[in-house]
């Protein structure tokens, strides 16, 4: 089974600082790795997702993420944060292949982020 | 391409009711689930497909019944509603996980609520 935790239920940045929301999952083999971005009353849109390729991800609007498999991590970033990325972020993992879980996506409790001016 | 449609966008039922939430996609995706949104847990996979004729659980599917006859179309179908299934729920499609395009597509969303 696999499971995602997001540190912080809230972030809050000033606008033009990094943005740092953090993800840590938990796999029993190499997984796949997502991030997805929900604004108000909208569905969720991909952000980036990471397939066992290069394990530096760049996403849409700027983001990036990189994998790190000792520390079963995929940290997403931006250098500088905007207004328009206020959102609630998710990340998300699934197994690629066989197994009962099979395509299911697990997601994190989501990451509400907050960008002052 | 339309991508992943939901209907309806809202609805309320009164407990006991019974309906039918709609989800379609036109990608030609092998993979079609349900999850349900509610405040601090994030989105739980409630029944999941991964094509025509082949259904499977999900994490919460008590009180959720689906089929899938066609690889475009997966409804949810509530039994009976009771409160604790006032929720948003999401329809999502993908390609099947082996693929490199893989990745899940979301629908809208439908806001229920349950009196």
């Known amino acids: 089974a696999q499971s995602v935790t997001q540190l912080g239920s809230h972030v809050s940045v000033s606008e033009g600082a990094l943005v740092l929301l953090r993800c840590n999952y938990s796999?029993?083999?190499?997984?796949?790795l997502f991030w997805y971005v929900q604004y108000p009353n909208q569905g969720l849109q991909l952000l980036l997702k990471?397939?066992?390729?290069?394990?530096l991800v760049k996403g849409i609007n700027g983001f990036e993420a990189e994998f790190k498999k000792s520390e079963t991590s995929f940290h997403l970033t931006k250098p500088s944060a905007h207004m328009s990325d206020a959102a609630e972020y998710f990340c998300?993992?699934?197994?690629?292949?066989?197994?009962?879980?099979?395509?299911?996506?697990?997601f994190g409790q989501g990451t509400i982020l907050t960008v002052h001016p | 391409n339309a991508g992943v449609t939901q209907t309806p966008k809202f609805q309320v039922l009164k407990t006991g009711q019974s309906m039918t939430l709609q989800c379609a996609q036109d990608?030609?995706?092998?993979?079609m689930s349900w999850y349900r949104q509610d405040p601090g847990m994030g989105l739980r996979l409630i029944h999941y497909?991964?094509?025509?004729?082949?259904?499977d659980q999900g994490e919460v599917p008590n009180g959720y019944n689906v089929s899938r006859s066609t690889t475009e179309d997966f409804p949810l179908r509530l039994l009976s509603a009771a409160p604790s299934q006032t929720s948003v729920y999401f329809c999502?499609?993908?390609?099947?996980?082996?693929?490199?395009?893989?990745?899940?597509?979301f629908g809208p969303g439908t806001r229920l609520t349950v009196t």
């Open positions: 999502a499609s993908s390609y099947s996980p082996g693929r490199r395009s893989y990745e899940q597509y």
């Open positions: 796999s029993s083999v190499p997984p796949y």
């Open positions: 990471y397939t066992s390729a290069a394990t």
């Open positions: 998300a993992v699934s197994l690629p292949m066989g197994g009962t879980s099979y395509g299911k996506l697990t």
């Open positions: 990608m030609n995706h092998e993979y």
């Open positions: 497909s991964v094509g025509a004729g082949i259904t």
